[in-house]
T-cell receptor, first 113, second 117 residues
């Protein structure tokens, strides 16, 4: 069965430090891959999306992610964390354009001053 | 950018009553609408998928008679929780898709916090 795994339900970094949130998908066919951010009691906001055009994807708010087929990974990074980055982050995979998404378990990012 | 308006944002209802949640796509045609349920500190759980003018497809374990979904137009989909009980209390989120767009093809509503007392 297709699945998305996010390693680490909670990640804590200091302000200004590197942010690394891990995501692996299980499929031999590279799907569409997404990273979303969710603030408390809100919906999901798209950070970035991979659609096979480029393996390094740049998103909003300084985030980027690199698609690595050999590792079936799509890790999210940001060079320097900001307090406003504290939120829940979800990795998701889509196997058909416009079809249902498969979500990872989510990673809560905390940023310490 | 694409916007999905979800209402209400919060609702408290008495046990046994029904609650309707609306999602409207404001500037695009939502050919497909996804309805999710999210428990605290958990991921999104897909409840059902609906295409405009068709019956919704429910995920395994979701009671279709309890969670009624209507997608009568390309801009409006509704989820009605019938005969709500406290265990139905949750955060419900809709997501609209219209194919390939700049935002990745999916736009999420802001969610509805349902509390059944």
């Amino acid at each position: 069965a297709q699945s998305v795994t996010q390693l680490g339900s909670h990640v804590s970094v200091s302000e200004g430090a590197l942010v690394l949130l891990r995501c692996n998908y299980s499929s031999s066919v590279p799907p569409y891959l997404f990273w979303y951010v969710q603030y408390p009691n809100q919906g999901l906001q798209l950070l970035l999306k991979y659609t096979s055009a480029a393996t390094l994807v740049k998103g909003i708010n300084g985030f980027e992610a690199e698609f690595k087929k050999s590792e079936t990974s799509f890790h999210l990074t940001k060079p320097s964390a900001h307090m406003s980055d504290a939120a829940e982050y979800f990795c998701a995979a889509g196997y058909n354009q416009g079809g249902k998404l498969i979500f990872g378990q989510g990673t809560e990012l905390s940023v310490k001053p | 950018g694409a916007v999905v308006s979800q209402h209400p944002s919060r609702v408290i209802c008495k046990s046994g009553t029904s609650v309707k949640i609306e999602c409207r796509s404001l500037d695009f045609q939502a050919t497909t609408m996804f309805w999710y349920r999210q428990f605290p500190k958990q991921s999104l759980m897909l409840m059902a998928t609906s295409n405009e003018g068709s019956k919704a497809t429910y995920e395994q374990g979701v009671e279709k008679d309890k969670f009624l979904i209507n997608h009568a137009s390309l801009t409006l989909s509704t989820l009605t929780v019938t005969s709500a009980h406290p265990e139905d209390s949750s955060f419900y989120i809709c997501s609209a898709s219209s194919g390939d767009r700049e935002d990745g093809g999916y736009t999420f509503g802001s969610g509805t916090r349902l509390t059944v007392v």
